[in-house]
Nanobody, 116 residues
Framework: QVQVVESGGGLVQAGGSLRLSCSAS????????MGWYRQHTGKQREPVAD???????NYTDSVKGRFTISRTNAGHTIYLQMNDLKTDDTGVYYC??????????WGQGTQVTVSA
């Protein structure tokens, strides 16, 4: 069973930076995608960024140029460097791992709060 654990959320002022980390362990396929979703209070979970095992990255438009997703050479830990944070970035950030052609596994979520 795959386990996904996030860390690194917190409170920051607008314009500041945070780095989220996420590690996965267990039944991980070589071909997989890891990434982040976020959920604002009262809204649906939305994608933020993802990265494949081969390093291909995708970002939602609202974070392009501000957020950077990366992963370790071993491939099972990812980071989300978030710069120039805005109040709209506030939410619970969930990390996931999706084994290609198979299941998706989620972390428990980490709160990011950006104050004005």
């Amino acid at each position: 069973q795959v386990q996904v654990v996030e860390s690194g959320g917190g409170l920051v002022q607008a314009g500041g930076s945070l780095r989220l980390s996420c590690s996965a362990s267990g039944g991980i396929f070589w071909r997989n995608t890891m990434g982040w979703y976020r959920q604002h209070t009262g809204k649906q979970r939305e994608p933020v960024a993802d990265i494949t095992r081969l390093g291909r990255r995708n970002y939602t438009d609202s974070v392009k140029g501000r957020f950077t997703i990366s992963r370790t050479n071993a491939g099972h830990t990812i980071y989300l460097q978030m710069n120039d944070l805005k109040t709209d970035d506030t939410g619970v950030y969930y990390c996931y791992l999706r084994n290609e052609g198979s299941s998706t596994y989620w972390g428990q979520g980490t709160q990011v709060t950006v104050s004005a």
